[in-house]
């Protein structure tokens, strides 16, 4: 059975940082393409970034994330990270990793930014 679970969201206050993990099971998630999106209330859930897969390409993040969040992989742990650094209010959220080959999501995990 495949399956992602997010973890790692909390309060932080402006300007910190958080990292959120997205464990896999079931499948390697080094062989694809695994992508962060987060949906802030009353909004549309959004792509945040991506990590491939098999093609030779380093992770992507959205422009208004870009220098204060990074995404990268632990083979080992067959965990994706989404490092979030100087974070704002407007980063509040609920952060999700998908994984498009079998249209899989996790069950999200709460960031709010707030002082």
């Known amino acids: 059975q495949v399956q992602l679970v997010e973890s790692g969201g909390g309060l932080v206050q402006p300007g910190g940082s958080l990292r959120l993990s997205c464990l896999a099971s079931?499948?390697?998630?080094?062989?694809?393409?695994m992508i962060w999106y987060r949906q802030a209330p009353g909004e549309p859930r959004y792509r945040v970034g991506t990590?491939?897969?098999?093609?030779?390409?380093?992770?992507d993040v959205v422009d208004s994330v870009k220098g204060r969040f990074t995404i990268s992989r632990d083979h080992a742990e067959n965990t994706v990270y989404l490092q979030m650094n100087s974070l704002k209010p407007n980063d509040t959220a609920v952060y999700y990793c998908?994984?498009?080959?079998?249209?899989?999501w996790g069950q999200g995990t709460q960031v709010t930014v707030s002082s």
């Open positions: 990590i491939f897969g098999t093609r030779d390409a380093p992770p």
């Open positions: 079931g499948f390697t998630l080094s062989a694809y393409d």
């Open positions: 998908y994984a498009a080959r079998w249209n899989l």
